[in-house]
Structure formats: C-alpha cells, structure tokens
C-alpha cells in the first residue's frame, strides 16, 4: 500500500516557522511530482507548492517568499519550510504525489498560526 507520511504540523505564533515532512516509496518519489496542498473547512483543498524530480518549484501566490519546498533524493522526502507564518496559513496541510490522472494524499497535519 502506497503511503505518504507527513509530520511537522503544530501550533506557532505569528511570525514563526514551521517545517513539515512528507517521506514516500522511492519509486513514487522519483516518478510522481510531490506537493502540499492545504484545506479550511468549508473551502476547496489548494495547492500551496509543488516540485517535480528535477527540482522545478511551483508556489501559491500567498506563500511566494515565505514558504519553499524541496525534496531529499536520498531519503525520498519533501519538505515545505514555512518562515513568517501568518494566521490565514491555518490550515490541515496535505502532502501530495501526481502523476496525472492518479493523486495520492497523506493523512494530513493541522497547523495552526495564532498568538
């Protein structure tokens, strides 16, 4: 069974940053483009950043300059590094992996942003 499994959500101040992980398979990590979405309630789930094998960076435009994704080849896992966190970057956060048509998902990690 395919997994994806995330870690690094938690309650931060405004202003503070906070690292998520996502750690896959190696064959999904070198085929599918991985990514992290995020989801309020009651609004669609939103891509926030993506980064294909190669290391070609995609960002919501809300988060340009303050968030960055990467990946680590070598332990098959993407990262997102919030920095300057904002109360409106609440959210559950999901990593993703596409390989169109097929989307794999994490479980999800709630981050909240609040003083």
């Known amino acids: 069974q395919v997994q994806l499994v995330e870690s690094g959500g938690g309650l931060v101040q405004p202003g503070g940053s906070l690292r998520l992980s996502c750690a896959t398979s190696?064959?999904?990590?070198?085929?599918?483009?991985m990514g992290w979405y995020r989801q309020v309630p009651g609004k669609q789930r939103e891509l926030v950043a993506s980064?294909?094998?190669?290391?070609?960076?995609n960002y919501v435009d809300s988060v340009k300059g303050r968030f960055t994704i990467s990946r680590d080849n070598a332990k098959n896992t993407v990262y997102l590094q919030m920095n300057n966190l904002k109360p409106e970057d609440t959210a559950v956060y999901y990593c993703?992996?596409?390989?169109?048509?097929?989307?794999?998902w994490g479980q999800g990690t709630q981050v909240t942003v609040s003083s």
């Open positions: 993703n992996a596409n390989l169109n048509p097929v989307n794999l």
């Open positions: 190696r064959i999904i990590f070198s085929i599918y483009v």
């Open positions: 980064v294909t094998y190669g290391g070609n960076t």
